[in-house]
């Protein structure tokens, strides 16, 4: 069974999908499409391999523009309790890939606000109101040691896509595309290893599973993901694939988001 990300509207909602799917003995995928993006493979296995040595800081951010209106087709999401919003799709994206190139996190400190309290659908000319957030800053400690924040926003206007830098004592890495890290399109890998300049790395063939002819842009990933599920119904073994199990992990960790920035307290991660 393969979902969309978030996999249910609540934390429970996915703990009932994961148990049932346990419970039937199939093999799940959820579409994390962060994780088989061939620039954030290709980062994951440079830092792993040393490239920018001990990691002590991270940075990312995603920041799309929009903010301000929609047609009304579109406007449910403005409801928070609907579990379809900034924090729970793209924040869960954004965070899902910078956990799973640098690690997750072991201490939060947050703040989700809702900037954006109206919304104006383009087709009926009216205003609505909005609960859902549309602004998330987390900052915290990862299990490495390294310190990481990241700020994922919904923008009235020019927003300047997505960025993930990755700082270590021997060098840095950075990826960036023009909307987000789980879209299709081939993100830029910079690497600097003992310089102060940037430059160019180019992405290994091996992090492609798709076909030569496949299409690029948004069903390239999705394509990424789907060959891969087939890849674990064959063999039995999930091994790159986001399965359900994954999905109520990242659910949880919404969830503390959530909760230190109601609290106002910074939390450990369980």
């Given at each position: 069974?393969y979902?969309e990300?978030p996999?249910g509207?609540t934390?429970a909602?996915a703990e009932?999908?994961?148990?049932?799917a346990r419970?039937?003995?199939v093999?799940t995928?959820?579409g994390?499409q962060s994780?088989?993006?061939p620039?954030l493979l290709y980062?994951k296995?440079?830092?792993?391999?040393?490239y920018?040595?001990?990691?002590?800081?991270?940075?990312?951010?995603?920041?799309?523009d929009?903010?301000l209106e929609?047609?009304s087709s579109?406007t449910?999401?403005?409801d928070?309790?609907?579990?379809?919003n900034?924090?729970?799709?793209?924040?869960?994206?954004v965070?899902?890939?910078l956990?799973f190139v640098?690690?997750?996190?072991t201490r939060?400190?947050?703040?989700?606000?809702?900037?954006?309290k109206q919304?104006?659908?383009t087709d009926?000319?009216?205003?609505?109101d909005?609960t859902?957030?549309?602004n998330v800053?987390?900052?915290g400690?990862l299990a490495?040691?390294?310190v990481a924040?990241?700020?994922v926003?919904?923008?009235?206007?020019?927003g300047?896509?997505?960025r993930?830098?990755?700082?270590?004592?021997e060098?840095?890495?950075?990826a960036?595309?023009?909307?987000?890290?789980q879209r299709?399109?081939?993100?830029r890998?910079q690497?600097?290893?003992?310089?102060?300049?940037?430059?160019?790395?180019?992405?290994?063939g091996?992090?492609?599973?798709?076909?030569?002819d496949f299409?690029?842009?948004?069903?390239?990933?999705?394509?990424?993901?789907?060959a891969?599920?087939?890849e674990a119904?064959r063999?039995g073994?999930?091994?790159l694939l986001?399965?359900f199990?994954t999905?109520?992990?990242l659910?949880?960790?919404?969830?503390?988001?959530?909760?230190?920035?109601?609290?106002?307290?910074?939390?450990?991660?369980?």
């Amino acid at each position: 069974v393969y979902t969309e990300w978030p996999l249910g509207r609540t934390t429970a909602e996915a703990e009932e999908l994961a148990a049932l799917a346990r419970a039937k003995g199939v093999q799940t995928a959820v579409g994390l499409q962060s994780r088989v993006s061939p620039a954030l493979l290709y980062i994951k296995e440079q830092i792993e391999a040393g490239y920018v040595g001990e990691v002590l800081s991270c940075h990312a951010t995603a920041m799309r523009d929009g903010a301000l209106e929609r047609p009304s087709s579109r406007t449910w999401q403005r409801d928070a309790s609907l579990g379809a919003n900034p924090l729970t799709i793209a924040t869960g994206h954004v965070i899902d890939a910078l956990r799973f190139v640098a690690g997750n996190f072991t201490r939060v400190a947050c703040m989700v606000t809702t900037q954006a309290k109206q919304w104006y659908e383009t087709d009926t000319k009216r205003r609505v109101d909005v609960t859902s957030p549309d602004n998330v800053l987390v900052s915290g400690k990862l299990a490495s040691g390294a310190v990481a924040s990241v700020h994922v926003g919904a923008v009235p206007w020019a927003g300047s896509g997505f960025r993930m830098e990755i700082y270590g004592r021997e060098g840095t890495l950075v990826a960036t595309g023009s909307v987000s890290s789980q879209r299709g399109e081939m993100l830029r890998v910079q690497g600097a290893r003992r310089s102060h300049e940037l430059s160019d790395l180019a992405i290994p063939g091996r992090f492609v599973h798709v076909p030569a002819d496949f299409p690029r842009g948004d069903p390239f990933n999705v394509g990424q993901m789907y060959a891969l599920f087939a890849e674990a119904i064959r063999t039995g073994q999930s091994r790159l694939l986001p399965t359900f199990d994954t999905a109520v992990d990242l659910h949880h960790f919404v969830d503390t988001i959530k909760q230190a920035s109601d609290t106002g307290r910074e939390l450990t991660v369980a």
